[in-house]
C-alpha cells in the first residue's frame, strides 16, 4: 500500500455473480494465491449467506469456511468477506480469529436500521467494517446526506461509492464525492465500485482519483478481467498497471495476467461478460441492469433497436430500478402496442 491508496480485490465475490460462486475449490484457493503475490491490500474471498455451503464455491455460510481458502503465505494483505443483512443471519458469525478482519455490508437504504445492528454486532466480534450503500445514484441529496451522517456516526473503516447500474458519470462522481467528503471524519476511507455498464470505470476510476482528497485514504475496487455481475467490473489489471505507472506502486502484475489466463478466461467462454449495448442503455437511464439480462436471455425475438425503445418506455418508470420479470414482459407488451 502506498499514495493513501488500497487496492481490493473482488473477484471472488462479484465475479460469482457470473458462475453462481462455482469457481471450484482448487480455482478459488489459485486466484487467492495469485492475489497474494501480486500485492493486492485486500482480498475478497466471497459472500457470507444462508444456505447450503459447498466447498466448491466462494459462498459460506460461517466464516470458518473462507478460511480454508487463505493460502498463509507471509504476506501483509487484509481479508475480507461481505454480508446482505437481508441474505445472512448475523448469529452465525463467529468472534475474530485471523486473517479476516474486514466485513464489507452492502445494503439498501431500506435496511440501513437493520445494517446498524449487524455492525454493532461485528464490532463486538472484533471486525473491522465496511458500508456499502447499494446504488448510490438512486439517492436523493437529502438521502445521500443522511446515510452519510448516520455513517459517519458508526466509524467504519471505509464508505463505498456502489456504483450498481454503472450510470456514474464524471459531472456524478463530483457531486458524490462531494457529498463523502463534506460528510465523512478523515480518518473514514473513501471506497469506489464501479460497474461496467457505460465502458467508463477505467476513467471514472482516474477522475475519482484526481477529485480526491489527497490527504484521505481511499479503497478502490476491482475485479480479474472485470468479473463480476454482467456487464462487469474495473479489471484490476488495469488498475494495478496504473497505479504502478501513474502513481509509483509497485503491484506485480504477472501472478494476476498467468491467473487470468488459466482461471478467468475459460470461465469468461462459459458466460461472457463485458460491454453491451444493452446494459450501456439501462446505465444511462438507471434501470435495473436485469431488464437488459432478461431481453438478452429469454426474448430472443428482440433487436437491440427494439430494446432500446423499451428502455425509452421504462425509464419514465418510477419502480426502474426494481426489477420484474411481470414488468419486464408488460413493457415489451406496451412496446409493440405502440408500434401498430
Known amino acids: 500500500m502506498g499514495d493513501n491508496i488500497e ?8 465475479g460469482g455473480h457470473v458462475n453462481h460462486a462455482e469457481f471450484g475449490r482448487d480455482n478459488i484457493r489459485k486466484i487467492e494465491t495469485a492475489l497474494v503475490r501480486s500485492g493486492v491490500d485486500i482480498i475478497e474471498l466471497g459472500f457470507l449467506k444462508n444456505g447450503e455451503f459447498s466447498p466448491d464455491q466462494s459462498d459460506y455460510n460461517r466464516i470458518e469456511e473462507a478460511y480454508e481458502n487463505i493460502s498463509h503465505i507471509k504476506e501483509k494483505q487484509k481479508y475480507s468477506v461481505m454480508i446482505r443483512p ?78 450498481t447500474f454503472g450510470s456514474i458519470q464524471a459531472k456524478d462522481m463530483e457531486r458524490i464525492y462531494g457529498f463523502y467528503e463534506k460528510n465523512l471524519g478523515m480518518d473514514i476511507r473513501i471506497g ?73 478466461e475459460p470461465e469468461k467462454r462459459k458466460r461472457e461478460w463485458g460491454y453491451h449495448p444493452a446494459y450501456y442503455f439501462t446505465g444511462k437511464y438507471q434501470i435495473h441492469r436485469s431488464y437488459a439480462e432478461y431481453y438478452i436471455d429469454h426474448r430472443k425475438d428482440l433487436s437491440l433497436a427494439d430494446m432500446l425503445g423499451i428502455f425509452h418506455l421504462l425509464k419514465c418508470d418510477a419502480d426502474k430500478r426494481d426489477f420484474s420479470k411481470a414488468r419486464a414482459e408488460s413493457y415489451v407488451e406496451r412496446y409493440r402496442r405502440e408500434l401498430q
Open 7 to 14: 487496492i481490493l480485490d473482488c473477484t471472488l465475490r462479484d
Open 86 to 163: 437481508d441474505w445472512y443471519d448475523i448469529s452465525q458469525l463467529s468472534p475474530r480469529s485471523g486473517e479476516i478482519s474486514l466485513i464489507r455490508f452492502a445494503f439498501y437504504l431500506k435496511d440501513i436500521e437493520l445494517t446498524k445492528k449487524y455492525v454493532g454486532t461485528v464490532r463486538e466480534l472484533g471486525y473491522d467494517f465496511t458500508l456499502n450503500p447499494v446504488n448510490i445514484m438512486s439517492y436523493t441529496d437529502e438521502e445521500l446526506d443522511f446515510v452519510l451522517k448516520e455513517a459517519n456516526g458508526l466509524k467504519p473503516y471505509a464508505v463505498n461509492i456502489v456504483d
Open 192 to 264: 469506489l465500485h464501479l460497474h461496467e455498464n457505460m465502458s467508463s470505470a477505467f476513467m471514472l476510476m482516474q477522475h475519482f482519483l484526481e477529485i480526491k482528497n489527497p490527504g484521505r485514504m481511499a479503497v478502490i475496487d476491482g475485479s480479474l478481467l472485470g468479473m463480476g455481475r454482467i456487464p462487469g467490473n474495473l479489471p484490476i489489471e488495469m488498475l494495478l498497471d496504473y497505479m504502478n505507472t501513474v502513481r509509483g506502486h509497485d503491484y506485480d502484475l504477472m501472478p494476476v495476467l498467468g491467473i487470468i489466463s488459466s482461471v478467468i
